[in-house]
T-cell receptor
Framework: EAGVAQSPRYKIIEKRQSVAFWCNPISGHATLYWYQQILGQGPKLLIQFQNNGVVDDSQLPKDRFSAERLKGVDSTLKIQPAKLEDSAVYLC??????????FGPGTRLTVL | KQEVTQIPAALSVPEGENLVLNCSFTDSAIYNLQWFRQDPGKGLTSLLLIQSSQREQTSGRLNASLDKSSGRSTLYIAASQPGDSATYLCAVSYGGATNKLIFGTGTLLAVQP
């Protein structure tokens, strides 16, 4: 069974630029999560999708972050414009009907 | 506020030692608790999941216990190996529609050969 795929793995941009991350969950997993992990901290949930609907985006900085999950499969997370404090690893996870969440390798973003 | 704390933040042990990692959570009404491993530059790998009604789970050399009433969990690693070196994260879920995970800050483990 293929795992959660994410791309790119690394991205370096300058502040005020825009960036997008892509996630392909495990086939058949209806629930998809995006987490932000700042260096030295645990991951923090940004947004959760159930199929193509948003379940929880209470911690998503909506003035600069946006996410979509078209057709209930792949998802894209966008930051526009980026700030220095957005430097982090962005993790995507998916879940079927059970309790286990499966994580992708993450995208490491550096904002200069 | 629902928070998760892990102690110690870092730990270095010689190979072969048994060790304990600690996790505490402020809101004891958890649905389940998970222990993850994170290797540098990689995502998270789930090690053990304990439901709120359970006391412990075991997988190989790993044993996780849960004391829900006191808001604590421990991860016990027996006969540690250099390959166990990684960051270990504890996360709790409160169920509901989101079933989102609330993570601790992790314990960085180094096992010296």
């Amino acid at each position: 069974e293929a795992g959660v795929a994410q791309s790119p793995r690394y991205k370096i941009i300058e502040k005020r630029q825009s960036v997008a991350f892509w996630c392909n969950p495990i086939s058949g997993h209806a629930t998809l999560y995006w987490y932000q992990q700042i260096l030295g901290q645990g991951p923090k949930l940004l947004i959760q999708f159930q199929n193509n609907g948003v379940v929880d985006d209470s911690q998503l900085p909506k003035d600069r972050f946006s996410a979509e999950r078209l057709k209930g499969v792949d998802s894209t997370l966008k930051i526009q414009p980026a700030k220095l404090e957005d430097s982090a690893v962005y993790l995507c996870a998916s879940r079927s009907s059970g309790d286990w969440q499966f994580f992708g390798p993450g995208t490491r973003l550096t904002v200069l | 506020k629902q928070e998760v704390t892990q102690i110690p933040a870092a730990l270095s042990v010689p190979e072969g030692e048994n060790l304990v990692l600690n996790c505490s959570f402020t809101d004891s009404a958890i649905y389940n608790l998970q222990w993850f491993r994170q290797d540098p530059g990689k995502g998270l790998t789930s090690l053990l999941l304990i439901q709120s009604s359970q006391r412990e789970q075991t997988s190989g050399r790993l044993n996780a216990s849960l004391d829900k009433s006191s808001g604590r969990s421990t991860l016990y690693i027996a006969a540690s190996q250099p390959g166990d070196s990684a960051t270990y994260l504890c996360a709790v879920s409160y169920g509901g529609a989101t079933n989102k995970l609330i993570f601790g800050t992790g314990t960085l483990l180094a096992v010296q050969p």
